[in-house]
RNA sequence: GCUUGGGUAGCUCAGUUGGAUAGAGCAGCAGUUUCCUAAACUGUUGGUCGCGGGUUCGACUCCCGCCUCGAGCACCA
């Protein structure tokens, strides 16, 4: 049993005896540096039923905490209403002993009994490859997966993959014009990027052609849908949809060719799918949810024949979920794929990682789910993220000024290189290893920059400034853990279970607190779906390891005992290091 | 206009269910390598927590109003 729980119990009932409080909410929280004692009650609360002062209350309830455990609780002191409570060393040093035996220490196997949670990330669309925000997207949503899953959760991690629709015709189009054969062999250009070139292409010729008719006294909207290559773009759609085989069978050669673009860039990020979607076979779906719901007085239908469902009593607008000639809208289809996940896979609840400019549609997609009937609607999460803005204004993928994502690792990968070369610490490093190595240090840094913000906020990206490899960082991090793994490795064989010293350093109580916290950091992320919480509290425990380290001997303390402890207490922290970074699915180098 | 998310040091960001003197990094300044990796450590400069009210023993945190930046308000996805 933890001692927060101990205490939380202890004073209950001392609240109970003293004061005739029942179910008092009991504050524990870390005694700031500045005072003395581990942990510190708020008495406020308690004081109009104490009726006494709160200085009184404080040193009331702390020698009866005294008298009740006095193996877990070896002292306190009062400053105004707070009541500092001083944990006896012993059981410091048990929480050290039960984190140092535990394997994987602050994971939960997953529960196989318990139902999966779906975690849907990424996304793309198969007309241009990946940019700075499907970075942000798949980072955040693949690194909410593994905090699920360390917390003891199962997940399906998926992405639904939009190869249909008018944008991927316009690609396809402007190849079938400009695009003299070309194809990744023969260029050797990266598929994604390839067709995404051509989708740039087709915008700059579209615009041409609306220039061209607003010279001859066209206004800019007749323009824009009397173009040529509009119309015939959509004429391709057309065609597709009613199964052209010359349109599909190029529609299917340059999906593959982007897949495979994809499939590169996936594998540097380091994340993965368990199921893909493909909106060409899911964009049917939701039609027959939508006549079951018309049924039932949930939608209905106007003179037009279109359908909509009423959602002003809950303060949102009229929407329409279904087009006069019968056709699917965007949640159309969305309510059909959510109903058949559900059915699919059974599962728990499902995570949309998606921008915070679609909050709107998934609170109306949920609410009218819910609407429908689905209990499990209340599980519907939207794990909404801000936009990633650059000093030089916004991305535009049409007009090609993105943030490309594999030119964006290059450039951190490459910063890496040239950080490592010039500081040259890795001789006897072979090529390969090196290259590994420079990865792992790029990848961190930028994984990193990205996670350890809360989601909701916008973030600025500066890829000149803002990537830093000293201070709050992920090589910083990593530089940590590499250092751990030296010392462990001058040391040699440590024994199984942490060796007892008599007195424990300030640093080292400290360093052994923030450990045995790391269990109850992992829960709460997960449930708040917030790697940026893990971020920051491993950032914390390497800053004061870092203090520890530049101040305290290890591997020349004088007593054996100590040293062992002592390096026993860094491979600990290397051990949360390690387990609180894979979270963020950035890996840890054993040297750097 | 309505809905929604931000506004904390020069810059980028933390700040737990309201708690003690609001914290980091970067940038700036001043130091630390005969010693376990200096991608580190130590010290220091820098704040009207957007503004004004309210609730409370206590407000960056909760409530109301205002200012400001962004996003969303399509028979687009």
Redo the contacts with the bound molecule.
């Keep these: 049993m933890d001692i927060q729980a101990t205490l939380k119990d202890t004073i209950s009932s001392i609240l109970k005896e003293k004061y005739a409080i029942e179910d008092a909410?009991t504050?524990?929280?870390?005694?700031?540096a500045?005072?003395a004692?581990d942990l510190?009650l708020?008495v406020?609360?308690f004081v109009r039923a104490s009726k006494k002062k709160p200085e009184d209350t404080a040193k009331e309830i702390g020698e009866a905490l005294l008298e009740k455990i006095p193996d877990v609780v070896c002292g306190f002191n009062v400053?105004?209403?707070?009541l500092?409570i001083e944990i006896s060393k012993n059981i410091i040093a048990d929480e050290f002993d039960k984190a140092y035996s535990t394997e994987m220490f602050g994971y939960i196997a997953p529960n196989k009994d318990e139902k999966a949670i779906m975690v849907e990330y990424s996304s793309p669309?198969t007309n241009k490859p990946l940019h700075l925000g499907h970075i942000r997207n798949n980072l955040l949503g693949y690194s909410v997966a593994r905090l699920l899953e360390a917390s003891g959760k199962k997940v399906i991690k998926t992405q639904i993959i939009?190869d249909r629709?008018?944008h991927i015709c316009k690609s396809m189009l402007a190849w079938k014009l400009f695009g003299n054969g070309e194809t990744p062999e023969n260029t050797g250009e990266k598929g994604d990027h390839l067709v995404g070139k051509y989708y740039v292409e087709f915008d700059k010729a579209y615009k041409k052609e609306i220039d061209e008719l607003k010279g001859k006294g066209m206004s800019e909207e007749d323009a824009k849908k009397n173009a040529p290559l509009i119309i015939q773009a959509q004429k391709m759609l057309k065609a597709w949809e009613e199964k052209d085989p010359e349109v599909r069978a190029l529609w299917e050669m340059m999906n593959t060719w982007v897949y495979g673009g994809f499939k590169q860039t996936y594998e540097r990020l380091g994340v993965a799918f368990d199921k893909n979607y493909y909106?060409s076979n899911t964009?049917l779906l939701g039609k027959d949810n939508v006549n079951e719901g018309l049924e039932k007085g949930v939608f209905y239908r106007?003179a037009?024949g279109?359908v909509w469902i009423d959602l002003t009593p809950d303060?949102?607008?009229e929407k329409?979920v279904l087009?006069?000639?019968g056709t699917?809208?965007?949640i159309t289809q969305d309510i059909g794929t959510a109903i058949s996940r559900f059915k699919e896979f059974n599962i728990d609840s499902l995570i949309y990682t998606v921008g915070?400019?679609?909050?709107?549609?998934f609170k109306v997609l949920f609410l009218i789910l819910k609407k429908l009937g689905y209990q499990w609607a209340d599980r519907l999460y939207h794990l909404s993220y801000?936009?990633v803005d650059l000093p030089t204004g916004?991305m535009k993928s049409r007009e090609g000024t993105v943030v490309d994502a594999d030119d964006l690792m290059d450039d951190m990968v490459r910063t890496?290189r040239e950080?490592?070369e010039e500081?040259g610490?890795l001789d006897g490093m072979s090529s390969q290893e090196k290259d590994s190595?420079y990865n792992m240090?790029g990848m961190g840094a930028l994984k990193y920059f990205i996670l350890?913000?809360?989601p909701?906020?916008?973030?600025?990206f500066?890829p000149k400034?803002?990537i830093?490899?000293?201070?709050?960082?992920g090589?910083?991090i990593q530089?940590?853990y590499?250092?751990i793994?030296?010392?462990k490795r001058?040391y040699g064989d440590l024994p199984k279970e942490a060796v007892k010293i008599g007195t424990l350093d300030p640093r080292e109580e400290n360093i052994i607190k923030n450990i045995a916290n790391f269990p109850s950091v992992i829960q709460?992320a997960a449930a708040a779906q917030s790697p940026?919480?893990v971020a920051?509290y491993v950032?914390d425990l390497?800053?004061e390891y870092?203090?520890y380290?530049?101040?305290?001997?290890?591997?020349?303390a004088e007593d054996e005992n100590v040293k062992t402890f002592r390096v026993q207490l860094s491979d600990m922290v290397g051990r949360v290091i390690k387990n609180a970074m894979a979270t963020m699915g950035i890996d840890v180098?054993?040297?750097?």
Excluded: C, W
């Design positions: 909410k504050d524990l929280s870390a005694t700031r500045e005072f004692g510190t708020l406020f609360p400053v105004k209403g707070f500092n669309n939009n629709g008018i909106e964009y106007r037009d279109s303060g949102l607008d329409l087009r006069g000639d699917s809208v965007y915070n400019e679609q909050d709107y549609h801000g936009m916004k890496a950080i490592s500081l610490k190595l240090i350890k913000v809360d909701k906020k916008r973030m600025m500066n400034e803002s830093d490899f000293n201070g709050n960082t090589p910083f530089y940590t590499a250092r793994q030296s010392i001058k709460k940026a919480q920051n950032y390497v800053k870092n203090s380290y530049q101040n305290v001997p290890m591997l020349s180098p054993e040297r750097m």
